[in-house]
């Protein structure tokens, strides 16, 4: 016989759990918007429908995704502030796209060793995600793994649902050859080819060393791999809600520009997409970007499918549509570009 053993004595420690639930109160209650009824601690998450009743077919929209490789690296540097923003990103932004807003989010973290202190900093950016995105954070959970995980790892999901009225949906199904596809700039890497970001940039080196400012990025490698994903949904809602006529838009995640624009065309429609040959695109590509394709001697067509390349969203409207969504995005405080345009196609994503 064993003898008597408690839950913690078997690694599972349910006080520092509850003082974990603790300290993420405030960050929670912060996110909260007026549907949500109740708080933590039940055992399901309430979120009213009356405020939508006036839309003519009301359609819910869910997404689910997790951070990654990225969280690897987040605990080699010990920087978790910011991988809860990746989180929330990566979910609201992928529902944007329908037109769908995202209304509340909920996450899922699996721990080795639970300590309140170090999930209070993971969901703090979860929080400031959802403020972002002017989703409410409405519940979670966090699992303690002893025997399965090594005490300071950690993974991290999420999951949102947004509502969108039918008639208001936008898609592949009113783009058209003659359209002009817009680029917004993202942070940095996002939160997608942390695989190959590991494999050129951080393995084998010290954290004193990926610490160190480099020329080349205008910062360390440190500081430009933990940068956050740029979170969209909130300011593209706002340009929806204004007019903006958008007839699509594609969240560029993982496959990069080349497996992300397709989703946002109909099967004969490509979207012609001006990387400018040697001299590069016509957008800025952040420096992180350009130093991990390098190390990894990537060709342009295993970049493009690889990593963002700078262009976070595409959006894409009528031509006689450029100036006014555009406007409506700055307005925002976006920086839309032009990067192509649409032809008759396949479908597919080409370039020049």
């Keep these: 016989m064993a003898g008597h053993i408690t839950y913690a ?40 429908m009356r405020g939508f009743k006036d839309m003519e077919d ?28 990746d989180l929330v990103a990566m979910c609201v932004d ?51 793994h002893p025997g399965v995980m090594r005490p300071d790892d950690y993974d991290l999901a999420g999951f949102v649902v947004g509502v969108v009225d039918r008639p208001k949906m936008i898609g592949p199904d009113k783009v058209k050859a003659g359209d002009v596809i817009l680029g917004l700039p993202s942070s940095g890497i996002h939160s997608n080819g942390y695989s190959l970001v590991r494999k050129v940039a951080i393995e084998g080196r010290s954290v004193e060393e990926l610490e160190r400012p480099l020329p080349e990025l205008g910062e360390s490698v440190a500081d430009a791999v933990m940068r956050p994903t740029t979170i969209y949904a909130g300011k593209l809602m706002s340009a929806l809600r204004a007019g903006a006529p958008i007839e699509a838009m594609a969240h ?62 595409s959006v894409i409207c009528d031509a006689a549509d450029v100036a006014e969504v555009t406007e409506k995005l700055e307005a925002q405080g976006l920086a839309p570009f032009v990067m192509g345009r649409c032809v008759e196609g396949e479908g597919k994503v080409v370039y020049r």
């Design 9 to 48: 004595d078997a690694g599972v420690d349910v006080d520092e759990g509850a003082r974990a639930v603790d300290a993420i109160k405030e960050a929670v209650k912060a996110t909260n918007r007026p549907e949500v009824i109740g708080g933590l601690g039940g055992f399901g998450s309430c979120f009213s």
């Design 58 to 85: 009301p359609v819910l929209v869910s997404g689910t995704d997790g951070v990654g490789t990225k969280l690897a690296i987040a605990q080699l540097l010990d920087r978790h502030e910011t991988v809860g923003q």
């Design 94 to 144: 992928d529902v944007v796209p329908i037109g769908a807003e995202p209304l509340f989010f909920l996450d899922y973290i699996a721990i080795g060793k639970l300590r309140a202190e170090h999930v209070a900093k993971i969901v703090s950016g979860i929080a400031e995600g959802c403020r972002l995105s002017g989703c409410a954070l409405v519940g979670g959970e966090m699992a303690e």
């Design 252 to 313: 560029i995640t993982g496959g990069g520009i080349t497996e992300n624009l397709n989703r946002a065309l109909p099967a004969n429609v490509d979207a012609l997409v001006d990387r400018g040959g040697a001299g590069g695109p016509a957008w800025d590509v952040p420096p992180i970007i350009t130093y991990c394709a390098k190390a990894a001697e990537l060709t342009p067509d295993e970049a493009y499918k690889t990593f963002n390349m700078g262009v976070g969203m």
